[in-house]
């Protein structure tokens, strides 16, 4: 028997995976169109070709994926939602938005979409692909029962702003639409089919924890070598030899039907989403115990959260909404106090600090006149460096976010030497002095949020910015 004829069977193709990474905040490294390793190739002797390489792809915590066209996703493995805060469970903050809304958001299936074909010479493999990725990144208006509804349709919000044209190449040809620059930074593709209706199925699956994987599209199976196929080989030839009778183009098409049979897998499942980013909150107040996050968020918006003159009054967030003349609004969140040592879970720290994760701007709320007069708190500065070090102890790189500090209780006595100290202290930040309970500083607070909350700045807090003793 030659060489050839005794190949085993192709290798299955490898699955392509999302997995949530609390390290990726934003979908702007990922490629608009993927495959998965194809399968190796049966070899001699009857082995059987290696299984595809998985593509893994990191997406952000809260990312939620949009079927339009392909299987629904698995989960790799169960995660058990049981006795989760109502905030964390997928699903709980959604309700399923207007199919109109994103029809304008999002564009229409590719129509030269083609499958990967299946490889040739005895071993088979295939390779799937997920046709296109379209990104988009909204944040979901949340109420303080955990309802949640969908932000504007996203076209109002995109007139006026600065268009790239570009092509997207794919193996299977290419597609042209444009980037499109949102007020709030993030980058949404257009097609030319845009107008054409489709249909989406919303919400199929929604990555809120690390480590959470699912699989959007599924590696084909290996096609069979000829031992497998030894049968119908046989069969084939056999039918070539007994009906002398063949005309030429019956046996050429035996033939063909021959090289096909050994050559072809099952085809994987190819898939086309939208991702989107679903962050709890724009903007996290974020704290010691006592700042006045609260007293903040009600003055700076229509919310009313409970305030009290004692440490850990907020044991959850609340939330509320900061409206602008020009109807553009910012979800805040009002994260209960975390306290030195909140990243061991002090102070309920772990459940506090969670929340964090899932808002895209930080504001760092200090209370000024914590150290001064005999009170027991700590200097504005050194609040900052313990809020920034619990975070990054909870999680690597979760201070690494655009942020401003608000340096509040400025009525106070004494309050303005020390807001002068902190600027002299923290350098590389915006600082903005207020009185919560006056409301004094909040409409520059308020233009100051907008700024870092729509991408036109970006500056973070940084350790080494800050001068302690
Ligand atoms: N003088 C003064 N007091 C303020 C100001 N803002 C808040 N307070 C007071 O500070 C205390 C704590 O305010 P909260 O808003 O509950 O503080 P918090 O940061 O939400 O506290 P936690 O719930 O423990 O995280 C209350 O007695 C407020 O009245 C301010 O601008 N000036």
């Known amino acids: 028997m030659d060489e050839t004829k005794s190949r085993g069977n192709g290798g299955r193709g ?33 082995q059987i070709g290696s299984r595809g390489v998985d ?15 392909g299987e629904v996703p698995s989960f790799v493995e169960n995660i058990s939602f049981k006795g989760l805060d109502p905030w964390d469970i997928p699903g709980t903050l959604e309700v399923s938005p207007s199919e109109s ?61 600065d268009n790239e044209e570009f092509v997207s190449h794919s193996e299977d040809g290419e597609y042209e639409g444009k980037i499109i620059e949102t007020h709030d930074g993030t980058s949404e593709e257009v097609g030319e089919e845009m107008e054409e209706e489709e249909k989406i199925k919303y919400n199929v ?67 086309l989403l939208v991702l989107e980013l679903k962050s709890i909150a724009d903007v996290g107040f974020v704290g010691m115990p006592n700042a006045g996050k609260s007293t903040l968020l009600g003055a700076i918006s229509k919310a009313k959260p409970t305030v009290g003159d004692y440490a850990f009054t907020t044991l959850r967030p609340s939330l509320g909404n900061l409206n602008y003349d020009d109807f553009f609004s910012v979800t805040v969140a009002d994260i209960p106090g975390i306290i030195k040592g909140a990243h061991e879970n002090r102070g309920l720290g772990h459940a506090f600090l969670r929340h964090i994760e899932r808002t895209k701007v930080l504001a760092y709320v200090v209370d000024l006149v914590a150290a001064l007069d005999g009170r027991k708190g700590i200097p504005p500065w050194e609040q900052l460096r313990d809020l920034v070090l619990e975070l990054e102890f909870h999680q690597d790189g979760l201070s690494d976010r655009p942020s401003l500090i608000v340096a509040n209780k400025i009525d106070e006595n004494g309050a303005e030497d020390v807001y002068e100290e902190l600027k002299r202290r923290v350098q590389g930040i915006s600082i903005f002095p207020v009185c919560a309970v006056l409301e004094e500083g909040v409409p520059e607070l308020k233009a100051g949020l907008r700024l870092l909350v729509d991408g036109r700045e970006s500056q973070r807090l940084k350790l080494d910015r800050i001068i302690l003793d």
């Open 14 to 46: 490898g699955d392509i995976i999302l997995e949530c990474c609390p390290a990726v905040w934003d979908f702007r490294n990922l490629q608009h169109h993927m495959n998965a390793k194809r399968g190796g190739h049966g070899a001699s002797k009857n």
């Open 55 to 69: 593509k893994v792809v990191q997406v952000p915590v809260g990312t939620v994926i949009h079927l339009v066209e």
């Open 101 to 161: 809304d994103y029809m304008t958001t999002t564009f229409s299936p590719n129509s030269t979409n083609e499958r990967e074909t299946i490889d040739v010479d005895g071993s088979s493999s295939v390779v799937r692909k997920v046709e296109r990725l379209a990104l988009v990144q909204k944040t979901m208006r949340s109420s303080s029962t955990g309802l949640c509804t969908q932000s504007p349709c996203f076209s109002k919000e995109l007139s006026g702003v």
């Open 205 to 271: 699956a929604e990555l809120t924890e690390l480590g959470q994987k699912v699989i959007v599209a599924r590696g084909g199976g290996g096609g069979q070598g000829n031992v497998s196929l030894g049968k119908a080989y046989k069969t084939n030839k056999r039918a070539k030899n007994v009906h002398h009778t063949n005309t030429a183009s019956d046996i050429e098409r035996l033939d063909d039907e021959d090289e096909s049979s050994l050559s072809s897998g099952f085809p994987g499942s190819k898939s």
